[in-house]
């Protein structure tokens, strides 16, 4: 899901229920959940056990705001949670579980093979290997926000003044400022030879014309629009403040909605062949035929916030600091070695 940037304590706007408690270090340990119980001293209900698709847990006890944006390639993980408030992207192997090693950034992306991440300085957009997290280099666009990149174009939307800045990354030019309507601009991917912004606020989703720099349509979609995907000839929309999803055809602006999840904001495609969209209580794949919900897996209530794909289905959890391994069973991608 190409998809959602923002400087990390906006970020923290996105789900209303994230926590914060505390607790272990950037060496985060892998810990499968299990049912525990105290003989001398009675105390809160033992946690559930995870269930068979919960494959691996990696906890991340030292996060004081959550575990948020993840992005997934190969044998690779890059989970976005914090270190006691600061920022940190953790580099995760995918097969094992086991964390390699962290740096300073927020707002992970995947464009054109490479991760993307702001900087600690809150003024720069960081390119990196997405095996080794190694910086291949830098730019410094006009400001920050939501945004995605075309070749040397950054197309970067935010709520103060309400505009999409399109940005000429190699003059360092603002090619154009194209007026938004109200709200917050909250993930914005180009698809169909066109850039389509998800406005919460205004519960449409902006399709922009690069051509003319102008949109050429404002498309209602559901009650907070969050996370887009593009795929099966469409752009999908979690609707963030009602359990629907959207699909919005490329060619005709037409909109399918399908009921039964959404209320968080993960989406991800799996090998193009199936989506999966983060629940209230896990996850949920869709028949992109049917439009309609294939199959559940559940779990408990929690604020499960993002997905991605990397050696299978990961989906991070705000509420408990953590992210977890699926096993969705047929289609689930299986091992791919380093």
Not at 111 to 128: C, H, S, T
Not at 161 to 188: C, H, Q
Request: charged residues 20%.
């Amino acid at each position: 899901m190409p998809a959602l940037l923002a400087v990390f304590p906006l970020i923290l706007t996105a789900c209303s229920s994230a926590s914060t408690t505390s607790a272990p270090s950037a060496a985060a340990s892998v810990i499968v959940p299990t049912v525990t119980a105290s003989r001398s001293t009675p105390s809160k209900p033992p946690a559930p056990t995870a269930p068979a698709f919960i494959t691996t847990t990696i906890e991340f006890e030292n996060a004081a705001y959550g575990v948020y944006g993840l992005v997934g390639s190969g044998s690779r993980l890059w989970v976005e949670a914090d270190d006691a408030g600061v920022p940190r992207l953790y580099r995760v192997d995918a097969g094992t579980g086991k964390v390699l090693d962290d740096l300073e950034g927020s707002g992970p992306e995947q464009i054109g093979g490479d991760l993307w991440y702001a900087a600690a300085n809150g003024k720069d957009l960081v390119r990196a290997d997405i095996v080794t997290g190694k910086e291949l280099g830098r730019v410094t666009p006009p400001h920050l926000g939501a945004w995605t990149k075309v070749d040397e174009m950054f197309w970067i939307a935010t709520e103060s003044g309400n505009k999409l800045t399109r940005w000429d990354s190699s003059s360092g030019e603002v090619v154009s400022e194209i007026p938004l309507p109200v709200g917050e601009p909250k993930d914005v991917v180009a698809a169909g030879a066109a850039i389509w912004i998800a406005i919460d606020g205004s519960d449409v989703l902006v399709r922009v014309d690069p051509e003319t720099d102008t949109i050429a349509t404002e498309i209602e979609v559901g009650t907070r629009p969050h996370t887009l995907a593009a795929g099966f000839g469409s752009v999908w929309v979690v609707n963030h403040g009602e359990r629907s999803l959207a699909r919005v055809d490329l060619q005709t602006n037409a909109v399918t909605k399908i009921d039964g999840v959404g209320m968080n904001v993960g989406i991800a495609l799996l090998d193009d062949e199936l989506l999966v969209v983060t629940t209230p209580t896990g996850i949920a794949t869709i028949d992109t035929d049917a439009n309609r919900v294939e199959r559940a897996l559940e779990w408990a209530r929690r604020d499960y916030y993002a997905l991605a794909i990397a050696n299978g289905i990961w989906m991070s959890d705000v509420d408990k600091r953590a992210v977890y391994r699926i096993d969705a069973g047929p289609g689930t991608p299986g091992h791919v070695d380093p």
